[in-house]
């Protein structure tokens, strides 16, 4: 049980080591994070819809 215990008194250690972001830092990542899943989204969507036109044009020649 004491191996759990210094582990998890490690973790603690450990994580009071950390450099954690500000407010509006991580405001700012939040808003690139969301911003660039939207955009991939919309790329992905638009080349799938592309690929499948596609087949489908080469499928019915």
């Known amino acids: 049980m004491s ?14 080591k950390t450099s954690w972001p500000k407010s509006k830092e991580l405001t700012k990542y939040t808003v690139v994070v969301i ?16 690929f499948s036109e596609l087949f489908r044009w080469f499928l019915s020649l």
């Open 35 to 50: 911003s660039m899943v939207i955009v991939m989204a919309l790329f992905f969507t638009v080349v799938d819809l592309g």
């Open 3 to 16: 191996k759990v215990t210094n582990f998890f008194q490690d973790v603690g250690s450990e994580m009071r």
